[in-house]
């Protein structure tokens, strides 16, 4: 199976912040990585497939990268309405699988 | 719009039975895969089961494996969940989301294992 770690599992930065959150599969995935938001009480909101495809409505202000084994999302500038957990899932291959999620907080 | 609707989570005394199901619109269901996720209380996302669109395919988490059963029904834009022989352990809520790239999610069911 292949296991997906997200760093770090938690961080404080303030509004205007640029904010990037990696996650790292145990093998090679090539660009199947999905990348989403949740806030709490919510459903996870997809913000990014293919590792760098925004979804539909999603600001550009969200970005993914990488391939392979290494990705990243980065906020570029952080507003209050981003303070969530983000998490990232492979799918490559079954079984699917998250990382353990990010959750980014006020500073 | 998309829309999916999950139903049939409550409370169910371990070893117990119960059946989810998801309504889908807004999207031509029977033309992607589906995935049930489920998150137990303060815990992160866990893959539980896809199916393929045709139902050919069924893939599961090796912690349901054997107890959980992924269906669908195209013609009435529906998913289901039958999970049998629950643990205390399967208490979550459970979404249903399109495809393996999980793009879109409903809003959840919770379901509650306790006697």
């Known amino acids: 199976d292949i296991q997906m770690t997200q760093s770090p599992s938690s961080l404080s930065a303030s509004v205007g912040d640029r904010v990037t959150i990696t996650c790292r599969a145990s093998?090679?995935?090539?660009?199947?990585l999905a990348w989403f938001q949740q806030k709490p009480g919510k459903a996870p909101k997809s913000l990014i497939s293919?590792?760098?495809r925004l979804q539909s409505g999603v600001p550009s202000k969200f970005s993914g990268n990488g391939s392979g084994t290494d990705f990243t999302l980065t906020i570029s500038s952080l507003q209050p309405e981003d303070f969530a957990t983000y998490y990232c899932?492979?799918?490559?291959?079954?079984?699917?699988?998250f990382g353990g999620g990010t959750k980014v907080e006020i500073k | 719009e998309v829309q999916l609707v999950e139903s049939g989570g409550g409370l169910v005394k371990p070893g117990g039975s119960l059946r989810l199901s998801c309504a889908a619109s807004?999207?031509?269901?029977?033309?992607?895969?589906m995935n049930w996720v489920r998150q137990g209380p303060g815990k992160g996302l866990e893959w539980v089961s896809s199916?393929?669109?045709?139902?050919?395919?069924?893939y599961y988490a090796g912690s349901v494996k054997g107890r959980f059963t992924i269906s669908r029904d195209n013609a009435k834009n529906s998913l289901y969940l039958q999970m049998n022989s629950l643990r205390a352990e399967d208490t979550a809520v459970y979404y249903c989301?399109?495809?393996?790239?999980?793009?879109?999610w409903g809003q959840g069911t919770l379901v509650t294992v306790s006697s």
């Open positions: 199916i393929s669109t045709s139902s050919s395919y069924t």
């Open positions: 989301a399109t495809s393996t790239s999980s793009n879109d």
């Open positions: 899932q492979h799918y490559n291959s079954y079984p699917l699988t």
């Open positions: 293919a590792a760098s």
């Open positions: 807004g999207f031509t269901f029977s033309s992607y895969s």
């Open positions: 093998q090679g995935i090539s660009n199947y």
